[in-house]
T-cell receptor, first 109, second 114 residues
Framework: TQLLEQSPQFLSIQEGENLTVYCNSSSVFSSLQWYRQEPGEGPVLLVTVVTGGEVKKLKRLTFQFGDARKDSSLHITAAQTGDTGLYLCAGRGYQKVTFGTGTKLQVIP | ETGVTQTPRHLVMGMTNKKSLKCEQHLGHNAMYWYKQSAKKPLELMFVYNFKEQTENNSVPSRFSPECPNSSHLFLHLHTLQPEDSALYLC?????????????FGPGTRLTVL
């Protein structure tokens, strides 16, 4: 069974602070995706990383795929209240998607 | 209307009730999914349909009965549920199942079983 552990589970920070969320597994994935889910809504795809070591930037968000394609990180610079939500990573393997345990982020004004 | 829609958004039902959740996708996709999202647990895949045919059932209890009349519509029929079935039920679609295609999620139905 493939498992994706995210850390931390909960994070409450002040607006303007930086943070990093981790997604770890003992399994190798062909690609990894990050979603953000706001209260009362479904998850929305933020990014897909495919190559080991790949780094992608989306405005203040930086996503990295581990060299061995077993882990990933999401770094947010100068967090804003609009970043509040549940962040989910999802590892894609052969004909299967495994979702992570989730990180609930609260950004306080 | 665009994307993936789900109705109702909220549902409260007793353990002896029968209700149905509806999902509709306007993306021209051929695969549809039902997920269960409970507090403190990862998203759990329940069912997968590809071209209207069920291709995956992840040991879901028979009190949950899916139906996919066409590639755009997906239903989840509920009967004699338990309080532990209370959760957010998410529908998703993708171009094809069993591929690396991105899944697009609906807003979910928040289900409470009394």
């Amino acid at each position: 069974t493939q498992l994706l552990e995210q850390s931390p589970q909960f994070l409450s920070i002040q607006e303007g602070e930086n943070l990093t969320v981790y997604c770890n597994s003992s399994s190798v994935f062909s690609s990894l995706q990050w979603y953000r889910q706001e209260p009362g809504e479904g998850p929305v795809l933020l990014v897909t990383v495919v190559t080991g070591g790949e780094v992608k930037k989306l405005k203040r968000l930086t996503f990295q795929f581990g060299d061995a394609r077993k882990d990933s990180s999401l770094h947010i610079t100068a967090a804003q209240t609009g970043d509040t939500g549940l962040y989910l990573c999802a590892g894609r393997g052969y004909q299967k998607v495994t979702f992570g345990t989730g990180t609930k982020l609260q950004v306080i004004p | 209307e665009t994307g993936v829609t789900q109705t109702p958004r909220h549902l409260v039902m007793g353990m002896t009730n029968k209700k149905s959740l509806k999902c509709e996708q306007h993306l021209g996709h051929n695969a549809m999914y039902w997920y269960k999202q409970s507090a403190k647990k990862p998203l759990e895949l329940m069912f997968v349909y590809n071209f209207k045919e069920q291709t995956e059932n992840n040991s879901v209890p028979s009190r949950f009965s899916p139906e996919c009349p066409n590639s755009s519509h997906l239903f989840l029929h509920l009967h004699t549920l338990q309080p532990e079935d209370s959760a957010l039920y998410l529908c998703a679609s993708s171009a094809l199942a069993g591929s690396t295609d991105t899944q697009y999620f609906g807003p979910g139905t928040r289900l409470t079983v009394l």
